[in-house]
């Protein structure tokens, strides 16, 4: 960095933290001098233990341990996600932790965000202290009352490992449902935390990365919507949102329909729960637009209706309020979501890639491997009647385990294509090992490839993966040169008219080997054929 700005990068960090704290004392003075800043503690100081959002720090700082404590997050490798994700019922080790783990730093920070911008606002309309006169037993006892906020925000998490499609890991089901709950308790200060949400994140980054310096890179993207676990994100919602009509009604409370139609709306697009997508497969996904748009406007209307509870006109034929009726709609999405994601959690996971080629690393009840278009064994786990299962190719690096029902993509072909390298930590809560991925290939002229996976453990090297060979558009003296891997590298092959003239490993760097008539020298990444005075560059090496 002191490269780039021509400034000691500790001396602009120190100056950066000075400008942000200056402009924080400035603020707090010039508001002071406005009015009364003590004023905005009254709330917090009626409703909590001594001001504090107990139940929201005790989850925050249960989330993180888990993270950094269990799943190794920070550590060389990344943190453990095959082991921490809910694959079946008959891995209760996964169903118990995938709700509260994530699988890197900024998953976390993303779901932390949230739980700041929101859980407060849920612990504050639950309230330490209840409104007086003060009900007997734990309904009046504050430690009673957080002890209940942690212990329902543990059930949530645990209930949709179990009811919620694929193979969950996040908090993010959590956040939602503090969201869902205070959209029909405390639409407008909803619409505000969703603003504070921004201001949050600000200030994380400016602590962290007071300065930040950035280049133009190649980058493995996806979609950003095809990264969105959008039925966690509406099982919370929608478990909030029934949770916060509850509350309403034990206190005969109304709250405004529009206001809560707007807040649910606001809500449910800047959150992208209108991402309605399939995943194709190799990375390909088709997002239905308009369907998600849709549903949207349709969900807000509902939560709306529901934040009514009983109340409203009654329909007829059925005999039950417009409130009821929408109550009823959220819990049937969330049966529909259990239809599709307990039988998963109840389905046997066939054990392997179904791949011939390479071999695979095996550590304790894991197998990691390398593949080429193999069916994803997880989404064809279940199927329908007469039908069968949803069938998906995959390409990458493919982790297994029968004792936890697990197939997964740690990283997808074209990831690796892109990145070259990759780590991979397997292990539960109990232990870990990291297994570290390479992909290296050769580029030949005519825009042909090929390349070689190799996996590293334990100091030992397995070769995984070996790709066709590449044959090079050009002829030598009427000869085709090809490059293929072998178990120690690659190899170059030489024909002509058919028949094989010869073949001999890749020259190192500055060396040269001779096939028939024809040279090859290499001169770094490049592989050049020398022939009758003529020098043609055949091949380029990625690392």
Known sequence: M??????????????SYVVLAAALVVSVLVLSRLGDLSSLLAGPRERFVYGVPWGTLVTT??????????????????????????????????????????????????????????????????????????????????????????????????????????????FSGVVFAFAGFTLVTAPVRTIFAMVGLGVVRLSYRALTDPVLVAQSQEQFVRPSWANIAVQGHLYGLVVGVVLGVALLQYRRRDPRYYAVFAAALVFAVSRSLQS?????????????????????????????????????HSLPVVGVTTGTAAVGILLALVVGLAAVGVPYNLAQVESGPATADGETIDIRDYSITYAESVEDQYISA???????????TRSGVIVVSERRNSWEVAASAQQLAVQ???????????????????????????????????????GQQTQLYADEPAVANLRLNGSAVTIRPTSSGFEIGLRKEGTEVGATAVPADGERVTIGEIEFVRDGRALLAVYDQTVLQVAEYRP
């Open 2 to 15: 002191s490269e780039v700005l021509g400034f000691d990068e500790t001396l602009l960090r120190v100056g």
């Open 382 to 392: 279940v199927g329908i009647p007469g039908l069968g299962g949803p069938s998906v």
């Open 420 to 458: 070259r390298s990759t780590t991979v930590a397997l292990g539960d809560a109990t232990w870990r090992e990291t297994v570290t991925i390479r992909r290296t290939g050769w580029n030949v002229a005519g825009e042909n490839s090929t390349y070689k996976v190799v996996g590293s453990h334990d």
């Open 61 to 170: 700082v249960v989330v993180v341990a888990i993270y950094y404590g269990l799943q190794g997050g920070g550590r060389p490798g990344g943190p453990i996600i095959t082991g921490f994700r809910s694959w079946s019922l008959w891995y209760p080790q996964g169903i118990l932790f995938s709700s509260f783990a994530h699988f890197s730093d900024g998953h976390l920070v993303g779901n932390m965000t949230g739980t700041v911008a929101f859980a407060p606002l849920a612990e504050y309309v639950w309230r330490h202290y209840p409104e007086k006169p003060r009900p007997a037993g734990w309904r009046g006892d504050p430690r009673a009352r957080i002890a209940v906020f942690v212990a329902v925000v543990g059930l949530v998490g645990v209930f949709g490992s179990i009811l919620v499609p694929g193979a969950v890991i996040g």
């Open 276 to 312: 309605v997508y399939w995943f194709l497969g190799n990375d390909t996904y088709v997002l239905f637009t308009a369907v998600g748009a849709a549903g949207v406007v349709v969900l807000a209307t509902v939560i709306a209706v529901a934040a009514r509870g009983r109340g409203g």
